[in-house]
Nanobody
């Protein structure tokens, strides 16, 4: 399994920006689809953004135009650039790695993002 470690979370004011990073261990990072999910208290864990092994991206409607997911395969890292943050973006954000053909689905421990008004 790949080990995932998130960083870059914290407290930010509404309208501000934050950049999350997810560092992955292992030598097969480029073979994985990578994603960011988030979970607010009392809510389900929902997909925020995904970038597959070919670089194709998908975003939740709630973050389109504000968030950008990217990856650097040479550094085994996936990023989530979050702009124009809103209080409703407050959640624990989780990094996810998926390799469908090997039935692998791995999660980071999560990192808290708090957006104040």
């Amino acid at each position: 399994q790949v080990q995932l470690v998130e960083s870059g979370g914290g407290l930010v004011q509404a309208g501000g920006s934050l950049r999350l990073s997810c560092a992955a261990s292992g030598s097969t990072f480029s073979l994985y689809d990578m994603a960011w999910y988030r979970q607010a208290p009392g809510k389900e864990r929902n997909l925020v953004a995904r970038i597959d092994r070919g670089g194709s991206t998908n975003y939740a409607d709630s973050v389109k135009g504000r968030f950008t997911i990217s990856r650097d395969n040479a550094k085994n890292t996936v990023f989530l650039q979050m702009n124009s943050l809103k209080p409703e973006d407050t959640a624990v954000y989780y990094c996810n790695a998926r390799r469908v053909v090997m039935s692998v689905n791995q999660w980071g421990k999560g990192i808290l993002v708090t957006v104040s008004s």
